[in-house]
C-alpha cells in the first residue's frame, strides 16, 4: 500500500489515478481542507477502482498512528502542506508548524513502523537567487524569498537528515517546476478556492466567464516579450515522475534529488497565445506591474532526471492548454459540478 499524504489535492489525485493505473495499492490521507471528498469518486471513475481513504490531518500524530498501526505501508508519497505563498508572508509560523509538522509526523512513524522510502514534493521555489537558470540539482538553494519556500527546503533538509541516520531509508525530493493541465479525462484537475494565485488556473477562470481578464505582471523583464518565463509541465508528467521515483526508491537506499520540469520555457504570452489556440477563446489582458518577488526566468535542467529516474517529460504546451481547459469548461464550479 502506498500512502499518498495530500492525495485529494492537483498534484496528488493525478500520482493516485497514475499509481492506480499502475495497479497499485493507495491510501489517501487527507483532511479535505482545502480539498474535495468528491475527489475519490472522481478517481474511482478514472481508474475503475476506488482508493482508500484516510480522513485525517497529516500533522496529527495519534490519527496517523493508527492509520501506520493499521495499514502495511510499503512507501510514502508526501504531498500534503500549506501552498499559497503570499499567506505564508502572513502568517509564517502556521506555514512552518503545518508543512515542518506534517513532514517532522511521518518521518517519526516511519521509523515507528520500519517504513524505508519516502518521496517529498518540494518545489523549483528552494534555488536561491544566485542559481541562474537553467537550474541544475547541485546549484546553491536558499536564501528562500518566503516562508512556503523555506518550509519545502527545511524539509528537505530534515528528510535527508532521516535518511542519513537510517541507512536503510530511501527519499527522493521532488523539485517541481510550473505544473499545469488536468486528466485528459476531464474528471480531476486544479481548483483552487477564490481568485487564483496562479497563471493557468486564472486564464482558464476568464476563459470560462468568471473573471474579466487577466493582469499580466509585468512586460519589462529581459526575455524575449518582456514577460516571465517559467517551465510549465504537465500535472499527468508530474504524475508519471512520481511513480519513477518510487521504483527509484524500491531499488536505491539515501536521499537524492530531482527536478521534474519540461527544460522548455514559455512567457506569459506566449501560454495565453497557447490557450487561446487550444481553446478557441480569446482572453483579454492588460499589462499591470511586476508581481512581488517574481523572478524573470525559471527553468528546469532536465538530464538529472532522465539519468536517475529515466524519466522526461512527455507532454507539449498545447496538451497542457487543452487539458487545462477541458477540465474546466466541464466543471465550471470545479468539484462542485455535477459531472
Ligand atoms: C508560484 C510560486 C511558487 C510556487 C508555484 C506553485 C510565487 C512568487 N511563486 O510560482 O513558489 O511553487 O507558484 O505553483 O508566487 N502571472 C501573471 N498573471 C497572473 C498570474 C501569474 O502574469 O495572474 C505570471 C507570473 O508573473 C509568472 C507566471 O505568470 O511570470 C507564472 O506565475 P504562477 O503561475 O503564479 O507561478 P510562479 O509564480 O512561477
Known amino acids: 500500500m502506498i500512502l499518498l499524504t495530500g492525495g485529494a489535492g492537483y498534484i496528488g489525485s493525478h500520482t493516485a489515478a497514475e499509481l492506480m493505473e499502475r495497479g497499485r495499492d493507495v491510501i489517501i490521507a487527507d483532511d479535505f481542507s482545502n480539498s474535495s471528498p468528491r475527489v475519490i469518486d472522481r478517481l474511482e471513475r478514472i481508474c475503475g477502482r476506488r482508493p482508500a481513504v484516510f480522513e485525517a490531518d497529516v500533522s496529527d500524530h495519534s490519527a496517523m498512528e493508527e492509520l501506520f498501526r493499521r495499514e502495511k505501508i510499503e512507501a510514502v508519497i ?77 524539509s528537505e533538509e530534515i528528510i535527508r537528515g532521516a535518511a542519513t541516520a537510517r541507512p536503510e531509508m530511501s527519499a527522493m525530493l521532488l523539485r517541481y517546476f510550473n505544473p499545469i493541465g488536468a486528466h485528459p479525462s476531464g474528471l480531476i484537475g486544479e481548483d483552487p478556492s477564490g481568485i487564483p494565485n496562479n497563471l493557468m488556473p486564472y486564464i482558464t477562470k476568464v476563459a470560462v466567464g468568471k473573471l474579466e481578464r487577466l493582469n499580466v505582471f509585468g512586460d519589462d523583464y529581459p526575455t524575449p516579450d518582456g514577460t516571465g518565463v517559467r517551465d510549465y509541465i504537465h500535472v499527468c508528467d508530474l504524475a508519471a515522475g512520481h511513480a519513477a521515483a518510487l521504483d527509484w526508491c524500491e531499488t536505491h537506499t539515501g536521499a537524492d534529488m530531482v527536478n521534474l520540469g519540461t527544460g522548455r520555457g514559455y512567457t506569459v504570452l506566449e501560454v495565453v497565445r497557447a490557450f487561446e489556440k487550444a481553446s478557441g477563446i480569446p482572453i483579454p489582458y492588460v499589462i499591470a506591474p511586476r508581481r512581488d518577488g517574481d523572478i524573470p526566468v525559471l527553468l528546469a535542467d532536465t538530464k538529472k532526471a532522465e539519468r536517475v529516474l529515466g524519466w522526461t517529460a512527455k507532454h507539449g504546451i498545447e496538451d497542457m492548454c487543452a487539458d487545462s481547459w477541458r477540465w474546466q469548461k466541464c466543471n465550471p464550479e470545479g468539484y462542485a459540478t455535477e459531472y
Not at 505564508?88 to 509560523?93: A, D, E, H, I, L
Not at 518521518?107 to 517504513?115: I, K, Q, S, Y
Open 78 to 154: 508526501h504531498f500534503a502542506g500549506y501552498k499559497a505563498v503570499g499567506e505564508s508572508v502572513q502568517k509564517p509560523v502556521q506555514y512552518y508548524k503545518n508543512n515542518l509538522g506534517c513532514t517532522l509526523n511521518l518521518l517519526e512513524l516511519m521509523a515507528e513502523h520500519g517504513v524505508k522510502s519516502i518521496i517529498f514534493s518540494s518545489s523549483a521555489t528552494v534555488y536561491g537567487p544566485e542559481a541562474i537558470p537553467p537550474y541544475t540539482e547541485d546549484m546553491r538553494t536558499g536564501p528562500c524569498a518566503n516562508p512556503y519556500g523555506w518550509s519545502k527546503l527545511m
